[in-house]
């Protein structure tokens, strides 16, 4: 592990990868190369059959501060477009293994659509949430307003995104956004333990969840359930499930392959 890389890599269990931003001096914000380093390991993650789950954190202090400023103050509305951000962030978006986000301390602007980009949000009691772009006098543009709605409803993200200012763990909680509440310095190994559980669970259908719950949540609801049932239906083609079956017949713990 190298304490210069911007963005670190560990296998802490099994099939479980953790990905740790590692900008301490600029609190993790979300430069261009941290995005391009970050839709490589998720690009690298996602077609590696060793890893099930994965756990994205900013480490013990801070998740991410959001966007660099620096580096957009001066930019204009051609040099934005020409970035396309939205291609870094596919990977992420895109990513079809179950992805976790342990969040200690703030996640703010951009760290808080990185955040949402995330399956469950594990956060620790002292971290806070926010979309502040507003106060800069632009909005977000990495999906901070569509998943952050989708996530809490019109009303509270309407309150979030239209006075900048933020929300803590326990409201977040209550408004749908975060998964689980827990102290903060058990962020990460609650993350890491849920990830273990997760990756001990047969990887076919635990992605065919992930897809059955991303897409049906923007398709009518006739046509999520026949996506459901023609998943469910295919996942009957596969070993794990035989074995998941016939280990509950034979009162044993199954062993899934992913096959």
């Not at 839709?39 to 900013?58: E, H, K, N, Y």
């Amino acid at each position: 592990m190298d304490g210069n890389e911007i963005l670190i890599e560990t296998r802490p269990a099994g099939a479980v990868a953790q990905l740790t931003l590692n900008r301490p001096e600029a609190t993790n914000a979300l430069s261009l190369q941290l995005q391009q380093a970050l839709a490589d390991a998720f690009a690298r993650l996602s077609g590696d059959d060793t890893v099930r789950a994965i756990v994205l954190t900013g480490g013990e202090r801070v998740f991410a501060a959001g966007g660099d400023i620096k580096g957009m103050a001066g930019c204009g509305p051609v040099d934005i477009l020409r970035r396309h951000t939205e291609r870094l962030w596919a990977p992420i978006q895109h990513c079809p293994k179950p992805v976790i986000a342990a969040v200690c301390g703030y996640a703010y602007g951009g760290g808080c659509e990185l955040a949402m980009h995330c399956d469950i949000l594990v956060a620790g009691q002292g971290a806070r949430f926010s979309q502040p772009e507003i106060r800069i006098g632009i909005m977000p543009g990495i999906g901070g307003t569509q998943r952050l709605a989708r996530a809490v409803g019109k009303s509270n993200a309407m309150k979030v995104l239209l006075t900048g200012a933020p929300i803590g763990a326990f409201e977040a909680q209550r408004m749908g956004l975060v998964t689980d509440v827990v102290p903060d310095d058990q962020v990460i190994a609650h993350a890491l333990e849920m990830a273990a559980t997760i990756a001990a669970m047969p990887p076919l259908a635990a992605e065919e969840i992930k897809q059955c719950v991303l897409l049906g949540l923007d398709a009518p609801l006739e046509t999520a359930l026949a996506l459901e049932r023609k998943a469910n239906q295919t996942l009957f083609a596969s070993l794990d499930q035989k074995e998941g079956m016939h280990a509950f017949i034979e009162k044993r713990r199954p062993v899934f392959n992913g096959r």
